[in-house]
């Protein structure tokens, strides 16, 4: 049996809960175009995304750990990943749209550069005369912009509910400019579903790495009282080391309680506020997608020590320092000799202009691409 769009359209308005986005009722795209026969717009919008040149570099763009520290940490990749699947699992659960939610988890980190927030901290210190530069915003800017593929229009030409996703994209980490995107009404259940699975799959893959990198103990996390539930639950005793398969007990356990936590929370907060659309949705005073205060707690507790003990520690803050002058050093090399830049990016900077086209290269760069590119631009040794 064939289903159509239409009948896809169908098996969603049946399925999904009131509150929740449906493909038909799409604002539709900046450039008008004719949907496939067999996929909705949001279907469509997802695979435009992992056909992307941005995408597949997230492969070699890192979190807490640069590339060559080893090939088990996670990655940009890995952990949009992991987003999506979060994302998919509780929107499953909530009603809400899952390719929706999927699309804007896989596009959510597309704007991050080499080296992960010290990357991004450098990039935007070197951008803040020329426009600054924000991951969010240049996630954006890939997806309407910087990649081209098709002959009408420049980006991959989006529908307006994937983009507003983005644009309202808020986590710890991240604060949303939706000027341009109904900036008074809160991001749809489906773009908060998205927030709160970034903010899950990297706490707890965080807790992980740190944790197999041997730069986290067991006995540094006692007491805190989210590690205490989790270890209790799963009958482990104090040890001062953790073997592949405990850890991942742990960690598997982590999630499950942060979902179950999360979705039972959401439950309450949808009852309370008594939506019956998406429209209601977005203009109540509150996002409705959200931990318990418990949960919230555990997590603030959790996120506090993780900053403290694994983004502070030695090892990462030795690379953070490489990592900042590396990007710092070629952006200043190509700003004072912009032929030093491959000819396909200088003839990028009449209509860009010098330090965004330098900006949109560097973000652009894997961790190893940007560290070979250091070798070449400053080893006498290295063929440039």
């Known amino acids: 049996m064939i289903y159509t769009r239409q009948q896809l359209e169908e098996l969603e308005n049946q399925n999904l809960a009131p509150y929740a986005i449906r493909s038909k009722d799409s604002k539709g795209r900046k450039f008008p175009e004719e949907e496939p026969d067999y996929r909705t717009t949001f279907q469509r919008d997802r695979e435009r995304i992992l056909h992307t040149t941005a995408f597949r570099r997230l492969e070699y763009k890192t979190q807490v750990f640069i590339i060559h520290e080893g090939d088990y940490y996670r990655t940009r990749l890995t952990h949009t990943l992991e987003v999506a699947q979060l994302g998919r699992s509780v929107a499953r659960s909530l009603g809400a749209n899952e390719d929706l939610v999927e699309t804007i988890c896989l596009a959510h980190d597309l704007g991050h550069p080499p080296f992960g927030h010290s990357g991004e901290k450098m990039l935007s210190q070197l951008m803040k005369d020329h426009g600054g530069f924000d991951h969010n915003k240049q996630a954006l800017r890939i997806v309407t912009f910087l990649e081209n593929r098709y002959p009408d229009f420049s980006g991959l030409n989006l529908t307006w509910e994937v983009l507003e996703g983005m644009v309202k994209h808020e986590t710890e ?163 004072e000799k912009q032929d030093m830049l491959p000819e396909h990016i200088q003839s990028q900077i009449d209509k860009r202009g010098l330090e965004r086209t330098i900006c949109d290269y560097i973000a652009g760069m894997t961790d190893r691409f940007a560290i070979d590119e250091y070798k070449r631009l400053f080893d006498p040794s290295i063929l440039p």
Not at 177 to 193: S, W
Not at 225 to 235: A, F, L, P
Not at 246 to 272: M, N, P
């Open 173 to 335: 980490y991240d604060i949303s400019d939706a000027q341009d995107f109904n900036p008074d009404l809160r991001g749809h259940i489906e773009a908060q579903i998205a927030n709160v699975a970034d903010e899950m799959a990297y706490t707890s893959h965080d807790l992980d790495d740190g944790l197999r990198s041997g730069m986290i103990t067991p006995s540094q996390l006692e007491g805190i009282t989210i590690w205490e539930v989790v270890t209790e639950s799963i009958g482990l005793r104090r040890t001062a080391t953790l073997d592949d398969l405990t850890r991942h007990q742990i960690i598997r356990c982590l999630i499950g309680l942060e979902v179950t936590d999360l979705i039972k929370s959401v439950d309450h907060y949808l009852r309370k506020s008594s939506v019956k659309t998406p429209e209601e949705l977005q203009k109540l005073s509150y996002n409705v997608v959200g931990f318990s205060e418990d949960m919230h707690h555990r997590n603030r507790e959790l996120k506090d020590f993780l900053y403290t003990n694994l983004y502070r520690q030695h090892r990462v803050v030795r690379m953070a320092n490489k990592a900042e002058k590396i990007i710092s050093d070629l952006f200043t090399a190509y700003q």
